[in-house]
């Protein structure tokens, strides 16, 4: 027992258990997402979804999971092999290092570093690296495609996405995202939504922007995870699957497990920004360490609520129009926004 | 084959950069080409170069099958399944064409419940044209909307003449069955409830800010193009031409119900593009509806079965019957011999000769433009190939 508890206390240990926490979570969190979109989108569509596995088919999402890894794992003879198997790692790798930074909680944060939403830009790019690499290696024009079109998509976003981004830094002054979640705490009334914890002038001049970015940084965030209205890299439609059109069982379920760890990522980041983050909408009732992860996980399931629900609304942006959307529509906003910001924060 | 171009970019720099068009294979296995049609795409980038369509993968030899039945009504099931969508409407042209041949006067009974049940598969047909059209654009919703009213639809076929999809129920001189006492409550039932999936769908889809931007000034047909090209149906009606079989050449009594005809008037764009042809076949719904009520309200007695002849030896000669399908001009083209079954029978099938018409107005486009012109098309392939 005590060399176990001596093993345990081993600093490296520590940090692989640590480093492993956010992994569990996003394995979790994935099969329950997948389980709540297929419901959420059975309920907008006047169906049930499943209904045979458990319970309104709970285990649904295990069951499939387990049919993923039973499936034989097809690479296409012409395919380029190393990119090939190389692909969807990298891209649930980029996305699961951005998890690094994120604060689930007052008392957990995988590593509090004061470059913290900087860093997670950075990390989560590395995505595009990832699709661009199964376009290619795929040696399908479809994948090719699709990849071509995420890549030109997510970059694109990413200007607006990260102007945004920077607007929130500056009426923080700090980029730690711990720090940034500290200061909106107190109740719902500091929150930077709201015009977070400043003098009531400030606020007010404050809040029409902070709304305005919250917007820019939701529509280019919805761009980033590839959904509807943006879902133009695996428009069924048009590309059949996009980039992952060659991928199958095991490797396509990663694809799959980065795309929601994604979209949770996305969302958590507008949670921390605008949204206090893990702190308690009623000051000091309800918070402390655990109720803390508790409401940073339910802010960041009703925002991934919000992007299911327009999925299932929505009709597609052609390319254009997207291209369009993001460089003379969002970004001249997020500019402006930014000098104004600038101004207030001064002032 | 078609050829591809090279195309060379001087950059600032000095450099040169070669570009090349792409062929890619769109079909016969994709998720949007509605069946199995398989379109060669030249690509430059993201604008579509040059579309062929390839036909053919669902081809059945119906028309030769009909040469060999050993009766006229055998022809029916055939031709049921043609257009396998609106199999209502494609029995009821081959019965037009053959009832002209035979020169045969039915029952009154049996007109109206044939423009009954040619209206509701009408309704249905469009359902799963705008649905599906829907689901090109991204939009899965309003597809299922549909499916759940189609659902009705289909339900009052079934209790008419117990088939779901292929009916077999027009026949020659009549109908295979009456209409079940409980039908008339049902459908009056149906036409109200429909009436509120249409206003919601309309504000789901059809004036969607993102649908209308997707689908306005996209894939433009101009009047005189959609002429010359034969196009028909809600092709022809969105390009602004003011032209339907049921008004303008009367084939059962549709002159005794009052109805408008929709025609597109680029309310959105351009008048002939994929936003009109779209809108018209919604409206057209409601103009159906007006004619089902007022011919559920007004329906004779009769016997249905009264004008059903026992055996079918026409004179020979030809006979061209055609009536207003969902997708267009549905004509059947019969010459008989001095035997029990056709010579030659040719169908005119409004989705092929719709289809025609794809690569004049695609070129230029993107390639998700083309997904929405492939989609407001509406082709059935099963009636394409035949």
Known sequence: ?????????????????????????????????????????????????????????????????????????????????????????????????????????????????????FYLVAASSLVVVGLLMAGWASNNKWSMFGALRSAAQIVSYEIPGVLAILGVVMVFGTMNMQTMTQMQDGGIQNWLIIGGNFPLGQKLALFPFMFILFIIYLLSSMAEVNRTPFDLPEAESELVQGYNTEYSGMKFAIFYLAEYANLFLVSAIVVVMFFGGWTSPFGSFMSGTVWSAFWFVLKGMSFVFLNIWLRWTLPRLRVDQLMYVSWKVLTPFALFCIIAIGFIMVI | MTETHLHAIKTSTGRTLRTEEMVVNMGP?????????????????????????????????????????????????????????????????????????LKIEVPERVHYIRIIMAELQRIASHLIAIGTFGIDMGAFTPFLYYFRDREKILELF??????????????????????????????????????KTLKEVNDLLN???????????????????????????????????????RRDDPYTLYNKFEWDVIVGKGEMGTVGDVWDRNIVRQREMWESLRIIEQAIATLPEGDVQKAVPKRIRPVPGDAYGRVEGPRGELGFYIVAEDSVTPYRIKARAPAFVNLSVINEISKGAMLADLVAIMGSIDIVLGEVDR
């Open chain 2, 29 to 101: 296995q994709h998720p949007s080409t509605h069946g199995v049609l398989r379109l060669e795409v030249v690509l430059d980038g993201e604008i579509v170069v040059d579309v062929i369509p390839h036909l053919g993968y669902l081809h059945r030899c119906f028309e030769k099958h009909c040469e060999h039945m050993t009766s006229y009504q055998q022809v029916i099931p055939y031709v049921d399944r043609m257009d396998y969508v609106a199999a209502m409407t494609n029995e009821h042209a081959f019965v037009v064409a053959a009832e002209k041949l």
């Open chain 2, 158 to 195: 079934e209790m008419t003449c117990g088939a779901r999809l292929l009916y077999n129920y027009i026949w020659i001189g009549g109908l295979s069955h009456d209409i079940p006492p409980q039908f008339v409550e049902r459908t009056k039932e149906f036409c109200t409830d429909f009436k």
């Open chain 1, 1 to 117: 027992m005590e060399n176990i508890l001596a093993f345990l206390n081993e600093p490296a240990v520590t940090m692989v258990l640590l480093a492993l926490i956010p992994l569990v979570f996003i394995l979790v969190y994935a099969l329950v997402t997948i389980y709540f979109e297929m419901k959420v989108a059975a309920h907008i569509q006047n169906r049930l979804a499943y209904m045979e596995t458990g319970w309104h088919g709970v285990i649904q999402p295990i069951a499939d999971m387990l049919k993923l890894l039973q499936k034989e794992d097809i690479i296409p003879t012409d395919a380029d092999k190393f990119l090939f198997i190389l692909a969807p790692y990298l891209v649930f790798i980029g996305t699961y290092a951005s998890f690094a930074v994120m604060p689930f909680s007052s008392g957990f944060i995988g590593s509090n570093i004061d470059l913290g939403i």
């Open chain 2, 207 to 245: 004036y969607n800010e993102i649908f209308i931007k997707r689908t306005a000034n996209v894939g433009i047909l101009p009047k005189d193009l959609a002429i010359n090209y034969a196009c028909s149906g809600p092709m022809l009606r969105g390009s602004g031409v003011d032209f339907d079989l």
